[in-house]
């Protein structure tokens, strides 16, 4: 039996929890493999060869190919491992967050300089 989680309607958000720890466990273990050069190196030479080493799902898979960081969220990545990848592609996290929003990264910077999203967003 699922446990009762009254965080999980959060607005936009995917909230890491023990559920999605375990669903991303492969994904974010290839992540954090990004932190070593030569396993960089190796998966930016042949980066599907290089994701069939690990068990993650084919979504996953995919979801890493195509640099698409929302679908990675959704399938268990958390985004602090995820943030290997982008810097592995000479990415900052600001680069990053900004393509997970839309935004281009000066909008993204500017938006989080002047307080962030109105609290408000994304509820009825």
Same mark, same amino acid.
């Given at each position: 039996m699922a446990l009762d989680k009254p965080y999980k309607n959060v607005p936009g958000t995917t909230i890491f929890d023990a559920e999605q720890s375990r669903k991303g466990y492969h994904l974010n273990q290839f992540c954090m493999s990004l932190m070593k050069a030569a396993n960089r190196e190796r998966f930016?030479?042949?980066e599907r060869a290089y994701l %069939?080493?690990?068990?993650?799902?084919?979504?996953?898979?995919q979801a890493v190919l195509a640099r698409d960081l929302n679908r990675c969220i959704s399938l268990g990545g958390n985004i602090y491992f995820l943030a290997k990848i982008g810097a592995t592609d000479g990415k900052s996290f600001q680069q990053m967050a900004g393509s997970m929003t839309g935004m281009s990264e000066e909008e993204? *910077?500017?938006?989080?300089?002047? +307080? +962030? *999203? %109105?609290?408000?967003w994304g509820r009825n």
């Amino acid at each position: 039996m699922a446990l009762d989680k009254p965080y999980k309607n959060v607005p936009g958000t995917t909230i890491f929890d023990a559920e999605q720890s375990r669903k991303g466990y492969h994904l974010n273990q290839f992540c954090m493999s990004l932190m070593k050069a030569a396993n960089r190196e190796r998966f930016k030479a042949n980066e599907r060869a290089y994701l %069939d080493e690990w068990p993650m799902t084919e979504e996953q898979k995919q979801a890493v190919l195509a640099r698409d960081l929302n679908r990675c969220i959704s399938l268990g990545g958390n985004i602090y491992f995820l943030a290997k990848i982008g810097a592995t592609d000479g990415k900052s996290f600001q680069q990053m967050a900004g393509s997970m929003t839309g935004m281009s990264e000066e909008e993204y *910077r500017n938006m989080m300089i002047s +307080g +962030g *999203r %109105d609290p408000k967003w994304g509820r009825n």
